[in-house]
């Protein structure tokens, strides 16, 4: 099974073993049976993030779309949020008047839980259809009107014919996966079927051979997560060792997210993000992939292009430009790495990033002390061993996690970093305990490739100098959690449903206590 | 029967009754549902009140079962019971509120029946159902106070007739309501009527616990909070009163008034603290008096917003700032009674400043509407109310923009600036809302 055979995308629990749950040390990461890391659980949780609300995040950045949902009034409330940032993303695409996304709630209130919710949904389809316009109208399947029976895919398939608006549609039930990455598959889905295999004019038919001397063309899969910057810089890196790029299907429209079946690679910048399409523009267009590194850091970014470049004989042009521009970034942190040298650092966001800028502050000649990981799944998993490796063997706690905030201040309060890195609403922990922090991502900086080396580094440097913000909070917020959380585990509360599992926790306690003696 | 909603501007019964909890110092809320839930509720209402932000027990810190598919077939009431007795081991709190989400409404878990076991023990926890599809955000804060005030005060305390209760403050669907609630606490104790707050992070739980012991509760709206001071009458005994939102001189000496009435307030205290409050107010606007009629600083005047909001602002606009109503759409979801309520409350306005009233929740309906008022006004020039001015959310930005109208956000969502201690409501809430709306007319200078 794949994207094109899915009816509905499967949990990414089920289809690639992804856990958010296990605590231990990064030297044991990828060693544990994948199969119970799966099932594990927790008897304390706080609040996650459900498959929607990446899939809503995604799907509000195609130009002039209508997003429906369908369900109760509280799943579309995060809309303004994220149009809010949409804007400032077209903003920095040098497009300052672009209209308000648009998204619409059916409403669904207790009458229609016990009638049913299909006739509303078809009902605001098509007022949607006729009164906006929109490019595409995009239904996504909450949890309620699934749990009541609404048949959306017959709704959808009742209206199709009665308007030239391409239909798109998700099942993106909060309570279906515990993984929310699960959401970025729904929002492929949703765009493929809708743009290509369902689209009015059929899917486009496979690419011919590239002609004798013309310059190849690859897709780069991009992030709602990543801003303009990045995107520059990717295609800056590419576009010099005489490659184009098509960039999408964020922010894209039809034609682009169409077009991406005619490329002659597909370029990921983060597996985990980006899979289930990859995958699909292989078995269906035939179109090779390069999908094992994020250009991250000097070796990642070095890595990633010689990668691409191989698969067009381009190596040579490649290390040429990778010498120029290493020696450019590295000069550039030299007035940096006196104070970066030695700085323990703990990271947090989904593990692929967070791995990998771990590299990139490796190479800057700091510490990694510990590390959280949104959920774990395989394409991390070599990553770990090599940050270890990378630093003299120096095991560090890693917890995965989707979220859960009490483990996090347990770690940090034991580990005591002297700098955090993490994901929004990560570094308000740390901040909290008046660690210094940067965050690992922002849609206005660079992040990614040689310029974002450089900016990284500027960025801790100035963050470390000046942190007087969260030191003076720490001496003046209160404890969310009794004093004897502090005294256990940070783990204490993960479950795990296989019995000799026993003993793998009494190994984690006692490796992670030796790794936080060594952090 | 309800319609579809474009760009709604409120979350769900599960989300009010959430920021209500987490309004609350030393309250923490435990939300049985789905994951994401709580955190979609919570994002809408910290980002869209000028960055309300969260604290430590909020956020994506709210303890939440995060029941998956398992729990939806078999029933989530092990994960529940689970979750309660962590929550109260691992957070350091007085009072716990399970909440529920659309899901464990509709699977039928007996909630309150794995609560109680906890209530027995003497734990301070208590619990409402408040599945999403049952209503808004204000409907949930209904729902968490009925709860509260029949599962958490106190009963049976002797009465304090100098204490009140306020009520009627959404949380975050008020982006002003800690300023707000402050300064009606300030207000109200110049004479000697102490004010329980509740949702200000000032605010102690045994205020709340004991709060049977008040005289009055007054309810700052005439749709929300009402049938929460309906369960505390019942309850405890405590009758209330509904009170328009006091903004500016005009409407919080009206107020001042029926309070000192109320309370049988010595009459020169009275005077005193009104022609204080007045002298205040306008010893700054005074000198303001050359630029406002200079520059023409009168303007016709749109607003957009809850039902509670609009009919102050209208007043405070007309009443005060010598403006022209012209236009006021209210959001709210309400039945066809409140919005009769409501209307009829509109109608004690003067006729001749009194403004077009709709009822829309339909962001993008609001500007078809007054699009059509203004073509009745049938102007060959086709600018009737041009100077205009917009106060609404930003999600009405493209409208203002669309009348070349100057805008300012005073209803939910906020996302253009950070709103901390400001409040609109009193005399200096009044002079603090004249300033912004001024500042506007001479931003681009």
């Known amino acids: 099974m794949g994207l094109k055979e899915d009816k509905t995308v499967p949990g990414r629990e089920d289809r690639v073993a992804a856990c958010m749950a296990h605590g231990g040390c990064a030297s044991g990461i990828g060693k544990q049976d994948k199969i119970c890391l799966k099932n594990n659980e927790r008897g304390f949780s706080q609040a996650g993030l459900c498959q929607l609300l990446p899939t809503l995040g995604m799907l509000l950045t195609l130009p002039e779309t209508a997003v429906v949902i369908h369900g109760a009034i509280g799943c579309g409330s995060t809309g303004f949020g994220m149009n809010t940032s949409i804007k400032l993303h077209h903003l920095l695409r040098g497009n300052p008047n672009a209209k308000d996304s648009l998204w619409f709630s059916t409403n669904l209130d207790e009458s229609d839980v016990v009638h049913g919710g299909e006739q509303r949904l078809e009902e605001t389809l098509l007022a949607v259809a006729e009164k906006y316009r929109p490019k595409s109208i995009i239904v996504l399947q909450t949890c309620t009107p699934s749990i009541i029976g609404d048949d959306l895919v017959g709704v959808i398939e009742k209206v199709r014919p009665l308007t030239d608006i391409p239909l798109l549609y998700s099942h993106c039930e909060g309570f279906k996966t515990k993984i929310w990455a699960t959401g970025y598959d729904v929002a492929f889905h949703a765009m493929v079927h809708g743009f290509i295999e369902k689209d009015k004019e059929g899917p486009p038919p496979r690419k011919k051979e590239r002609a004798p001397g013309e310059r190849p063309k690859v897709n780069i899969i991009n992030l709602a997560s990543m801003g303009k910057p990045d995107e520059l810089e990717l295609e800056r890196l590419l576009n010099a060792i005489g490659i184009d790029v098509v960039i999408g299907p964020n922010f894209a429209d039809r034609e682009t997210i169409r077009n991406l079946t005619q490329a002659d690679l597909t370029v990921s910048v983060c597996p985990t993000h980006d899979d289930y399409l990859v995958h699909y523009l292989h078995t269906e267009y035939g179109i090779p992939y390069v999908m094992k590194d994020m250009p991250i850091g000097l070796e990642n970014t070095s890595k990633w292009l010689l990668d691409i470049a191989s698969q067009f004989g381009l190596e040579k042009e490649a290390r040429a430009f990778i010498e120029v521009e290493e020696a450019k970034a590295r000069q550039a942190v030299q007035r940096y790495l006196p104070a970066l040298k030695g700085i323990r650092v703990f990271l947090s966001a989904g593990e692929f990033r967070a791995v990998v800028t771990g590299g990139l502050f490796q190479e800057l000649g700091m510490e990694i002390v510990g590390l959280r990981s949104y959920h774990h799944d395989d394409f991390g998993t070599e990553f770990y061993a090599q940050l270890v490796k990378a630093q003299g063997d120096k095991d560090f706690p890693v917890d995965i996690a989707n979220f859960q905030p009490f483990e996090l201040v347990n770690l940090l309060k034991k580990i005591k970093p002297d700098l955090f890195c993490g994901h929004v609403f990560d570094n308000a922990w740390a901040a909290r305990l008046g660690i210094p922090c940067i965050t690992i991502f922002r849609i206005f900086d660079f992040y990614v490739g040689y310029r974002g080396f450089y900016e990284v580094a500027k960025k801790a440097v100035r963050n470390l100098r000046n942190h007087s913000f969260n030191t003076k909070l720490s001496q003046n917020v209160p404890e969310a959690y009794r004093k004897d959380w502090y005294d256990k585990s940070p783990f204490a509360y993960i479950k795990s449903d296989k019995l000799e599992d026993a ?5 984690t306690a006692e490796s992670f206590q030796t790794a936080v003696a060594a952090a | 029967m309800s319609t579809y909603i474009e760009r709604p501007r409120y979350h769900c019964a599960l989300g009010g009754a959430l920021v209500t909890i987490n309004s609350i110092e030393r309250a923490v809320a435990i939300v049985h549902s789905a994951p994401g839930c709580a955190a979609s509720a919570d994002v809408a209402a910290t980002v869209g009140s000028g960055y309300w932000g969260t604290t430590v027990t909020d956020g994506r810190a709210t303890p939440s079962t995060n029941i998956v598919e398992r729990e939806v077939i078999f029933g989530g009431e092990e994960r529940l019971k689970e979750q309660i007795a962590a929550t109260l081991d691992v957070i350091d709190a007085d009072l716990y509120a399970v909440i529920t989400g659309c899901m464990t409404d509709i699977i039928g878990d007996d909630v309150r029946a794995v609560v109680a076991e906890f209530q027995k023990q003497g734990k301070p926890v208590i619990v409402a159902e408040t599945g999403g599809f049952k209503g808004d955000s204000s409907v949930g804060y209904d729902f968490i106070w009925e709860s509260i005030i029949s599962q958490y005060v ?66 700052f709206s005439q749709v929300h909070g009402i049938s929460a001071a309906g369960k505390f009458e019942e309850v405890h005994g405590v009758p209330f009163v509904s009170e328009p939102l006091p903004i500016g001189p005009t409407a919080t000496e009206a107020f001042l008034r029926r309070v000192g009435e109320q309370f049988k307030i010595d009459s020169a205290l009275l005077e005193k603290v009104i022609a204080d409050e007045q002298t205040h107010y306008y010893r700054f606007i005074n000198p303001l008096t050359d630029l406002v009629n200079d520059q023409d600083f009168q303007r016709f005047g749109v607003i957009i917003g809850n039902a509670d909001y609009v009919y102050a602002l209208t007043r405070f606009i007309a009443d005060d700032l010598g403006w022209i109503p012209y236009f006021a759409a209210i959001t709210d979801l309400l039945s066809d009674e409140d919005q009769e ?55 009405d930005r493209p409208l203002a923009a669309g009348l070349k109208a100057g805008f300012w956000g005073v209803s939910f969502p906020i996302t253009n ?29």
């Open chain 2, 154 to 219: 106190t009963k049976g305390l002797p009465k304090d007739d100098r204490l009140v209760n306020l009520f009627g403050f959404v949380p975050a669907q008020d982006v002003f309501w800690r300023g707000n609630l402050i300064e009606l606490k300030r207000l109200l104790g110049l004479l000697g009527v102490r004010a329980n707050t509740f949702l200000t992070p000032f605010d102690e739980l045994p205020s709340l616990k004991e709060s049977s012991r008040a005289a009055l509760n007054i309810v």
């Open chain 2, 417 to 445: 600036r950070i709103v901390t201690d400001q409040y609109y409501l009193g005399f200096r809430g009044g002079l603090r809302l004249a300033t912004d709306l001024i500042s506007v007319l001479i931003s681009n200078r």
């Open chain 1, 503 to 507: 003993a793998d926790l009494q190994d």
């Open chain 2, 341 to 395: 309520k409501v209307a009829e409350h509109f109608n004690t306005i003067d006729v001749s400043l009194r403004p077009k009233l709709i009822f829309e929740k339909d962001t993008d309906r609001i500007t078809q509407r007054l699009n059509e008022e203004l073509e009745k006004e049938n102007d060959p020039y086709g600018t009737p109310i041009s100077p205009a001015f917009v106060i609404g959310s930003n999600l």
